[in-house]
């Protein structure tokens, strides 16, 4: 597995609107394979709803971004559930993310892989860890 992306990072891939903000090499790392806590599905189903929604996406653009989406290397992290209520906690308060957010962080650090974001809070909270970023 090549990095941690969070829900924003694969947005910037599979939304025509955000592709200004794709991340160098995710394109290939998302073929490679890359590793999500267990909410991530939810998440990215979540930011195709909101994008639909705003009128950001049709019909077919939606069809097409599940169909990019099927093409994506994905390993669920089983054990992220397990530390939701102890280290992403603390990363959580720590940073002042959402545990959603922390779970990114968290996964990243015990997997000593990059994390891939464009989220800014994730940045920073990255950046005061002592955390790669991917792409950056």
């Given amino acids: 597995m090549t990095a941690v992306v969070d829900?924003?990072?694969?947005?910037?891939?599979?939304?025509?609107?955000?592709?200004?903000?794709?991340?160098?090499?995710?394109?290939e790392a998302l073929t490679d394979g890359v590793t999500v806590?267990?909410?991530?599905?939810?998440?990215?189903?979540?930011?195709?709803?909101?994008?639909?929604?705003?009128g950001r996406l049709d019909e077919a653009g939606r069809r097409q971004a599940q169909e990019t989406l099927a093409t994506v290397?994905?390993?669920?992290?089983?054990?992220?559930?397990?530390?939701?209520?102890?280290?992403?906690?603390?990363?959580?308060?720590?940073h002042r993310l959402t545990i959603y957010d922390a779970s990114y962080l968290e996964l990243a650090q015990r997997a000593e892989l990059p994390l891939a974001?464009?989220?800014?809070?994730?940045?920073r909270a990255a950046a005061a860890e002592n955390l790669m970023l991917f792409g950056r």
């Fill in 7 to 27: 829900a924003s990072a694969i947005g910037s891939y599979i939304l025509a609107d955000e592709q200004r903000h794709l991340l160098p090499g995710l394109a």
């Fill in 37 to 54: 806590p267990p909410h991530w599905h939810v998440e990215v189903a979540n930011l195709l709803l909101i994008a639909c929604r705003r």
């Fill in 73 to 94: 290397a994905v390993k669920v992290d089983s054990r992220s559930a397990d530390e939701v209520l102890s280290r992403s906690w603390e990363l959580a308060e720590a």
């Fill in 117 to 123: 974001t464009n989220d800014s809070a994730l940045i």
